[in-house]
């Protein structure tokens, strides 16, 4: 069984960071690529960032590119999204995602709001 748990989130004004953790319940958490998604009110979930199993490449939605940083730490089985220069339009439940023979595991999300 995969889990997923999703820790960091908050309240913050426009400008400031917040550090999201996914603890990962998986043996092979090294071998599987992690992704960070969000998804606002009314509107669809949305990839953010995405990490390969080494760490080696990442890739971020333009939205959030020179301002969120994904990484991992293999040894702790957690992924990390760095959110730095918050805007209100990043207010979200974030969830971390990850992909074991086909089927897709998510965490229950954790609630990034950006409010002056």
């Known amino acids: 069984q995969v889990q997923l748990v999703e820790s960091g989130g908050g309240l913050v004004q426009p400008g400031g960071s917040l550090r999201l953790s996914c603890a990962a319940s998986?043996?092979?958490?090294?071998?599987?690529?992690m992704r960070w998604y969000r998804q606002a009110p009314g509107k669809e979930r949305e990839l953010v960032a995405v990490?390969?199993?080494?760490?080696?490449?990442?890739n971020y939605a333009d939205s959030v590119k020179g301002r969120f940083t994904i990484s991992r730490d293999n040894v702790k089985n957690t992924v990390y999204l760095q959110m730095n220069s918050l805007k209100p339009e990043d207010t979200a439940v974030y969830y971390c995602?990850?992909?074991?023979?086909?089927?897709?595991?998510w965490g229950q999300g954790t609630q990034v709001t950006v409010s002056s």
């Open positions: 998986v043996f092979t958490f090294s071998r599987n690529a």
């Open positions: 995602n990850t992909i074991r023979a086909t089927l897709a595991y």
């Open positions: 990490i390969t199993s080494a760490g080696d490449i990442t």
